[in-house]
């Protein structure tokens, strides 16, 4: 192969290579992520710090929970609990122009699932946990 033929196939990688990034970027850049999360004993809450990009400040998060699941694991003694906590961005696809933080307070009054461990999730792919009492 010509070096010249060589320069153009390795030029056409490389851009395709950083379109690829670019559009990576684009799309991770959208995503929403958790800063620090927190249990507060005193008010039986969970406080969540989300992270997000959009055109305003004034995004609003629904929660949605998963079912309660007990693991059993005769090493660790007693059973133990497990559950998923959806945190939607119901502006999800709102441009990313600006970086915002909002806490989010789920309450935990209600939930029967305790001691749990907690599986805070929000899309496309963010995890964090949070054990409760």
């Known amino acids: 192969m010509k070096a010249g033929a060589i320069r153009r196939r390795w030029m056409s ?10 559009v990576t970027a684009t799309t991770t ?57 959806g945190i939607i961005d119901e502006q999800g696809n709102d441009a990313a122009t600006k970086h915002y933080t909002k806490i989010v307070r789920v309450p935990l009054a209600g939930l029967s699932c305790r001691p749990a461990t907690v599986t805070l999730w929000t899309p496309p792919n963010q995890y964090t946990r949070i054990v409760i009492p």
């Open 13 to 22: 990688g490389a851009l395709i290579a950083f379109a690829v990034m670019m």
């Open 29 to 85: 850049g959208m995503a929403d992520a958790f800063g620090p999360v927190h249990y507060d004993p005193k008010k039986d809450q969970i406080i969540v710090t989300m992270i997000y990009d959009g055109t305003n400040p004034n995004h609003h998060f629904s929660l949605q929970w998963g079912r309660c699941h007990k693991l059993h694991d005769q090493i660790q003694g007693p059973p133990r609990k497990i559950i998923n906590l």
